[in-house]
C-alpha cells in the first residue's frame, strides 16, 4: 500500500513490530478523510465486535 491508498474491510495495512523506544510490538496508523493533513480531519476507527478505540487504548487478539 501507499500513501493516500483507499482501503477496505479486511486490507493488511501493516505488521506490528518492536524497534526503537518500546517494550512490545505494536502499531501505529492514522485515518483522515483526506490526503492533506493541513485540511484532512480523523476519522474514528471501529474494529469488529463494535470495538472503537481512542488514543492510548490498547487492542488485543482480533
Not at 523506544?21 to 501505529?28: A, K, M, Q, T
Not at 480531519?41 to 482480533?62: C, N, Q, Y
Request: net charge negative.
Amino acid at each position: 500500500m501507499s500513501e493516500g491508498d483507499e482501503v477496505s474491510a479486511g486490507d493488511v495495512l501493516g505488521l506490528a513490530g518492536n524497534s526503537g523506544n518500546s517494550s512490545e510490538p505494536h502499531i501505529h496508523f492514522h485515518v483522515a478523510d483526506g490526503p492533506d493533513w493541513k485540511e484532512a480531519s480523523s476519522i474514528r476507527i471501529k474494529l469488529e465486535h463494535g470495538a472503537e478505540p481512542v488514543r492510548g487504548d490498547a487492542v488485543t487478539g482480533f
